[in-house]
């Protein structure tokens, strides 16, 4: 079964531009989570798709947003970029929404955006 | 306010020796808890997950956690480490009623010395 996969995997933008990044979840799993990690801030939850609905935000600005496609497949979108955006952003799916024992998270390799 | 620290930022330990890597947490409940690594370039790998029952668990590599509830604590064991361990871990948890949303300390990075 292929994992979780993230395209691009490198991505060098300048501040202003907007950026979409793809994750594609693994087969049959239909929740998939954002999350930005920082050598400052660490790793922070951005946001949770699920059926094609935001089910779950965390605390970033407007210019960061995503959406989720009827095959389980996500994207995130950052608009006007800014230093600070730069980052590993990665992406996790799972079978459902809920927190079980039985709903392990997968990461895939993350995409590093970069911008200048 | 919910909370996850791992007050260790960087450990260094030589090849064979023991290992253990400190996580506390913050909450009113017991939340579900999870260790996961993280290798140079690469994205989270999960290690291990506590939900309920034994307090001690075992998970992939070589590695068990233990849950202490009166310390709100997670720690990360392994009684004999191999250079091919250093690494970021990162300790998460889950808080009842927040989905999928994972709140992860700040790591610590692992170094074994040959």
């Known amino acids: 079964k292929a994992g979780v996969t993230q395209t691009p995997r490198y991505l060098i933008k300048t501040r202003g531009q907007q950026v979409t990044l793809s994750c594609s979840p693994i087969?049959?799993?239909?929740?998939v989570s954002w999350y930005q990690q920082t050598p400052g801030q660490g790793l922070q939850f951005l946001f949770e798709?699920?059926?094609?609905?935001?089910?779950n935000k965390g605390n970033f600005p407007g210019r960061f947003s995503g959406r989720q496609f009827s095959n389980s497949r996500s994207e995130m979108n950052v608009s006007t970029l800014e230093l600070g955006d730069s980052a590993l952003y990665l992406c996790?799916?799972?079978?459902?929404?809920?927190?079980?024992?039985?709903?392990?998270?997968?990461f895939g390799p993350g995409t590093r955006l970069t911008v200048l | 306010a919910q909370s996850v620290t791992q007050p260790d930022i960087h450990i260094t330990v030589s090849e064979g020796a023991s290992l253990e890597l400190r996580c506390n947490y913050s909450?009113?409940?017991?939340?579900?808890l999870f260790w996961y690594v993280q290798s140079p370039g690469q994205g989270l790998q999960l290690l291990l997950k506590?939900?309920?029952?034994?307090?001690l668990v075992q998970g992939i590599k070589g590695f068990e956690a233990e849950f202490k509830r009166s310390q709100s604590s997670f720690n990360l064991r392994k009684p004999s480490v191999h250079w091919s361990d250093a690494a970021e871990y990162f300790c998460?948890?889950?808080?009842?009623?927040?989905?999928?949303?994972?709140?992860f300390g700040t790591g610590t990075q692992l170094k074994v010395e040959l």
């Open positions: 506590y939900f309920s029952g034994d307090t």
């Open positions: 798709y699920f059926s094609e609905t935001q089910r």
């Open positions: 998460a948890v889950l808080f009842t009623g927040g989905g999928n949303k994972l709140t």
């Open positions: 996790a799916s799972s079978f459902s929404p809920a927190g079980s024992s039985y709903n392990e998270q997968f």
């Open positions: 087969s049959g799993h239909r929740s």
């Open positions: 909450y009113g409940a017991t939340p579900y």
